[in-house]
C-alpha cells in the first residue's frame, strides 16, 4: 500500500481476530508512533499493552472501573468482554511532562499523532485496526491501574488483529470551502 492510499482511504476495522500483530510487526508500528511530531523531544506518550492473558488483566481493569461506578450485572459483563474483540490492545497514554513551553494541550496532541501512527503503521502491514475511547478513557481509575498519574490521560484504547472481513472503505469526505485565504 502506498502512502497516499494509506492516508486517503483509512478506515477503522472494528472486527479483528488472531493473529495479532508479530513482534516484528509491532516493532514498526513503534517506530512509526516515536516519528510523531514532538516539541522539545519530550516523547510524551507511552503504550501498555496487553496481548494473551494480559488481555484478561485489561478485562479487570475495566470491570473495576464499571463496577466502581455502580454499572449493573449486564454492564459488568460487557466491560469484562470488551479487551476481548482484538487478539492485541494498545492502552495509549499522555505521559504529561511540566515543561514551560510546551503545554498539556500540545502533549495531548503529539499523543493523538502517536497512537494514529500506530494505526497507520499497523493498516500498512496489513493488520486491522480500530482506535475506541468511551468512558473508560476517561475514567480515572482505569488512568491509575494502567500506570498513568492524574496529571496523564488516555488518548485511547487502540485494537489491533487481523481483519476478520475485508476492511470496509467509507465514502471519501468533501471538506469543502473549510480552507480560507486569511
Known sequence: MNAIELLTTRSSMPRLVAPGPTVEQFALMQ????????????????????????????????????????????????????????????????????????????????????????QQAAFAQGLGAIWRTGWFA????????????????IVGFLYVGTPLVPTPIKPSKAIGNKFTDG
Open 31 to 118: 517506530q512509526a508512533a516515536a516519528r510523531a511530531p514532538d516539541h522539545m523531544e519530550l516523547m510524551p506518550y507511552r503504550f501498555v499493552t496487553f496481548a494473551e492473558a494480559g488481555l484478561t488483566r485489561l478485562a479487570e481493569i475495566f470491570v473495576a472501573a464499571a463496577r466502581a461506578r455502580g454499572d449493573d450485572a449486564l454492564q459488568l459483563e460487557r466491560a469484562a468482554q470488551l479487551p476481548l474483540r482484538a487478539p492485541m490492545v494498545i492502552a495509549c497514554l499522555m505521559d504529561y511532562q511540566a515543561h514551560d513551553k510546551v503545554p498539556r494541550d500540545e502533549q495531548f496532541a503529539s499523543a493523538a499523532c502517536a497512537t494514529l501512527l500506530l
Open 138 to 153: 476517561e475514567d480515572a481509575g482505569v488512568l491509575a491501574a494502567l500506570g498513568g498519574k492524574p496529571d496523564d490521560a
